[in-house]
């Protein structure tokens, strides 16, 4: 077995802490370049998208902190500390971002992405752990180690983890082009009407969204202050877990048949269709097995003869005018169940939306199939994790 070395985190290349282009300079803002913070999707492993774009302006005026392609980010503040990505093109990041521009002839780029990852766990737990805010300035971050083989091994082990993390990327990029197919045909019927010769049918009705359902159901938290109704298999949904994904597959927490009995009038059967309609509102998502969710979710279970697929993609179409209805002139959106179950609606024939459903079923079942094999592939990759990254499993003689 290779030896393996402790190499602290300034020895694998620069580090460079982020800086923000200064906001009152409208000039910096709104171009090509990426401007990465914490509140961006750091839990993919390369930067595909960002909140803020800024302009060459606003690189130049903070050039000393422009990263290259394949530098690694790591934020190192806040509830967010821990998190890691890697940059596929020039990026600036703000201030509570600490990057490597990995030097490559000594170290191998995806082996220090799955290191920064375990250490970011390290990072993270001390976040939890602490009463002020957690700060890693960029001489703290430097100072880290990392326990590193000879370079062909770090190659090795960077090429089995990332051809895990290729594959839940391949995915999720179908289920993105699944989810954009059956976002298509839902404006081909039911916005352009073209099945239909450009019009709408005279079978159809207007409603509201509560005539999509059997019922609409507002979740609720059961008491945190028993930790008996945790812990167990019931998904409870939040709203963190509705970013990005069509369907609820995993939670951060799960509930106890004791915490599901609490409140058994709050549980949701497979194919409800749950919307955010407080703070972050208009997020939509398809729920894969029974569960519940808190108080700032409705959900819907639809009627029989009701398309769930429908329910779904014509709540995405509802969000500017969930927002609208829930700000009430707060900057806090909060759409109550009956506000919610009043936004009028179209409902189709039950026929056409029979069809609808034949049509688009095939794209669904592969979305959600994708998202469980990916929940299989991220949990088989974080098994090996630490075990490659600490060496205790022997990769020298596997042929790659």
Request: hydrophobic content about 35%; some cysteine; proline content about 4%.
């Amino acid at each position: 077995m290779d030896e393996w070395e402790k190499v602290k985190v300034g020895d694998i290349g620069k580090v460079i802490t982020g800086k923000t282009p200064k906001t009152y300079n409208s000039e910096y803002y709104g171009g090509n370049i990426p401007f990465l913070t914490p509140s961006d999707d750091m839990s993919v492993k390369y930067v595909r998208r960002t909140n803020k774009y800024i302009t060459e302006l606003g690189r130049l005026s903070v050039k000393n902190a422009t990263l290259p392609a394949n530098a690694i980010c790591v934020s190192c503040i806040g509830s967010d500390l821990g998190k890691v990505v890697i940059t596929t093109q020039e990026t600036v990041t703000n201030q509570q971002i600490n990057s490597i521009v990995v030097d490559t002839d000594k170290f191998d780029i995806d082996f220090v992405y799955y290191s920064m990852l375990e250490l970011g766990k390290v990072l993270n737990f001390h976040s939890k752990t602490s009463t002020a805010v957690p700060i890693v300035n960029k001489s703290s971050f430097s100072q880290y180690e990392i326990d590193c083989p000879k370079l062909n091994t770090q190659k090795r082990i960077g090429a089995i983890l990332s051809s895990i993390d290729k594959k839940i990327e391949e995915n999720n990029q179908i289920n993105n082009n699944l989810e954009q197919q059956a976002q298509a045909i839902y404006r081909s019927w039911f916005v352009n009407y073209e099945p239909f010769d450009g019009t709408k049918p005279d079978d159809w009705s207007d409603g509201t969204i509560d005539d999509l359902g059997t019922e609409i159901i507002c979740g609720k938290t059961p008491s945190t202050k028993k930790s008996e109704y945790y812990g167990g298999n019931t998904p409870f949904i939040t709203i963190p877990d509705m970013h990005g994904c069509v369907y609820i597959v995993s939670t951060e927490r799960y509930l106890s048949d004791a915490g599901v009995a609490s409140q058994p009038k709050k549980t949701l059967p497979p194919n409800t269709v749950c919307v955010s309609c407080i703070g972050t509102a208009g997020l939509v998502t398809l729920v894969s097995e029974e569960s519940q969710s808190n108080q700032q979710i409705n959900s819907i279970i639809p009627k029989e003869g009701i398309s769930v697929y429908y329910i779904y993609l014509l709540m995405q179409t509802l969000a500017d005018t969930i927002n609208k209805l829930g700000q009430s002139g707060s900057t806090i959106v909060n759409l109550n169940k009956t506000q919610f179950g009043k936004i009028q609606v179209m409902i189709p024939s039950e026929r056409v939306l029979q069809d609808f459903d034949s049509l688009c079923r095939p794209l669904f079942d592969t979305i959600l199939s994708n998202q469980k094999e990916n929940i299989n592939l991220s949990e088989l990759r974080d098994a090996l994790l630490p075990k490659l990254m600490s060496g205790e499993l022997n990769v020298s003689d596997i042929d790659l």
